[in-house]
């Protein structure tokens, strides 16, 4: 079984620049949400794909857009890049509802300069 | 709006102590809680997950327990051990879509 990947690790961008990040979820599961955190707080959320539609968003402008594709694996584009959005990106993937785990991948830390 | 707090923001203590980490939630209605463990610079693994029905959830060293009603959960880690450092954070969701994070807990257990 093969877990959450997310891909690139690292990624620096100028300020005003674009940026994709991508997240393949864990066999099965059909959900994938997207967290932003910065440097020593705790993850935030951005919105979640079921189903290729957007399933609920958190505070973040619309800069910030998604994509699920039909395997289940999501895009994060940013647009408009700002100083502030420097900060690790989280992907997480579960199976549909209320009560079950997400599991996290690793991450992208993505600085802009 | 659910807010999450943890205390302490850190925490030290020497190998082999027992120690506990506290959650609290201002709002009380939460489908689960889980309990992540993130090191440096890494993604989150998941270490327990708490439904609002349960009252505590153990794996191996660990601990959680969980009072909806008060708002508030904790993460008991038993015998601790140097491979136990890393910050700690627990997450409220009260349904299927976002999870709520505290800022986590900077747990440095010393040999």
């Known amino acids: 079984e093969t877990g959450v990947t997310q891909s690139p690790t690292h990624l620096i961008k100028t300020r005003g620049q674009q940026v994709t990040l991508r997240c393949s979820s864990q066999s099965g599961h059909n959900t994938v949400s997207w967290y932003q955190q910065a440097l020593g707080q705790g993850p935030q959320f951005i919105f979640q794909y079921y189903r290729e539609e957007e399933n609920g968003r958190g505070n973040f402008p619309p800069r910030f857009s998604g994509l699920q594709f039909p395997n289940y694996s999501s895009e994060l584009n940013v647009n408009a890049l700002e100083l502030d959005d420097s900060a690790l990106y989280l992907c997480?993937?579960?199976?549909?509802?209320?009560?079950?785990?997400?599991?996290f991948g690793p991450g992208t830390r993505l600085t802009v300069l | 709006k659910q807010e999450v707090t943890q205390i302490p923001a850190a925490l030290s203590v020497p190998e082999g102590e027992n120690l506990v980490l506290n959650c609290s939630f201002t709002?009380?209605?939460?489908?689960?809680l889980q309990w992540f463990r993130q090191d440096p610079g890494k993604g989150l693994t998941s270490l327990l997950l708490?439904?609002?029905?349960?009252r505590e959830q153990t794996s191996g060293r660990l601990n959680a327990s969980l009072d909806k009603s008060s708002g508030r959960s904790t993460l008991y880690i038993a015998a601790s051990q140097p491979g136990d450092s890393a910050t700690y954070l627990c997450a409220v969701s009260k349904g299927a879509q976002k999870l709520v994070f505290g800022q986590g807990t900077r747990l440095t257990i010393n040999p």
């Open positions: 709002d009380s209605a939460i489908y689960n």
């Open positions: 708490i439904q609002s029905s349960q």
């Open positions: 997480a993937s579960s199976f549909y509802g209320s009560g079950n785990t997400q599991y």
